[in-house]
C-alpha cells in the first residue's frame, strides 16, 4: 500500500467535521477501502490479537482492512493515546496468529483535539508527528515487510460566538491541514500533504 493510495481518502470530508472526529475518520478510511475493488471488505473493531487475565480479548483495532477476506491493513484512529496506539500496532505486528501474518501496514490516523492556554493565547496542540514518526521509524526498522502510515489531523483552535458550534468549546477546532508520511524499514520513504492539497 502506497501513500498516494491512502490519498484517495475524502480527506476534505474531515474538515467540515467538529469535536472528535473519531467516527469520521474510520468511517472515511473504511469508506475509501471498499470503494477502491469488489475484492476488498472491512472488519469493524477487528478481532484482538490476544488475551487480557479477564478473558476479554486485547489490542484490538478500530478496523481491520481485507482484500479476499485476507487481512491486509490494520486502521488505528487516535486523538490523545498516540504512543499506546503504536505499541497496540508494534504487537500485532509480532502476533502469532495465523490470522494476522497477511497484515504488512498499519494506518494511524491521529488527530489534534486537546486545548491547552487561555483567552489568546487559547490554543490545540498539534499532533506530536514527530516523536510518532521516530516510534514508527523503531518499530518497523526491526520488522521487515512491515509499514506504518501516519496521517496527522491538525486543527486551529477558532471561538464560535454564534450558531450550534457557539454551545460548547467542544466544536471550536477547525482542520488546519492534513499530512502523511509513509514509513517502512525505519526511514520515511513517502510524505504527502492531503489537505489543502498541494
Known amino acids: 500500500m502506497m501513500l498516494d493510495d491512502v490519498a484517495r481518502v475524502n480527506w476534505a470530508v474531515a474538515t467540515r467535521t467538529y469535536g472528535s ?3 469520521t475518520l474510520i468511517g472515511l478510511t473504511v469508506s ?3 470503494g477502491e475493488a469488489d475484492s476488498h471488505c472491512v472488519l469493524d ?3 484482538g490479537i490476544g488475551w ?3 478473558g476479554r480479548a486485547s489490542a484490538r483495532c478500530d478496523a481491520l482492512l481485507c482484500k479476499d477476506s485476507c487481512p491486509v491493513a490494520v486502521v488505528e484512529v ?10 497496540k500496532i508494534k ?3 509480532d502476533s502469532n496468529d495465523p490470522a494476522f501474518r497477511s497484515v504488512k501496514v498499519a494506518i494511524l490516523v491521529a488527530y489534534a483535539n486537546k486545548a491547552v492556554g487561555r483567552g489568546h493565547d487559547r490554543q490545540i496542540l498539534p499532533v506530536p508527528s514527530e516523536s510518532l514518526v ?3 521509524r523503531d518499530i518497523t526498522g526491526q520488522r521487515p515487510g512491515k509499514s506504518i502510515v501516519l496521517v496527522a489531523v491538525d486543527k486551529r483552535y477558532e471561538r464560535i460566538t454564534e450558531g450550534i458550534r457557539a454551545k460548547s468549546e467542544y466544536y471550536w477546532g477547525t482542520v488546519s491541514r492534513i499530512e502523511g508520511c509513509k514509513i517502512a524499514g525505519g526511514q520515511i520513504v513517502a510524505e504527502r500533504r492531503f ?3 498541494e
Open 21 to 23: 472526529d473519531h467516527a
Open 32 to 34: 475509501w477501502w471498499n
Open 45 to 47: 473493531e477487528g478481532p
Open 52 to 54: 487480557r487475565p479477564n
Open 78 to 87: 487516535e486523538g490523545t493515546r498516540y504512543c499506546y496506539t503504536l505499541e
Open 91 to 93: 504487537h500485532l505486528f
Open 134 to 136: 521516530k516510534m514508527s
Open 195 to 197: 489537505w489543502p492539497e
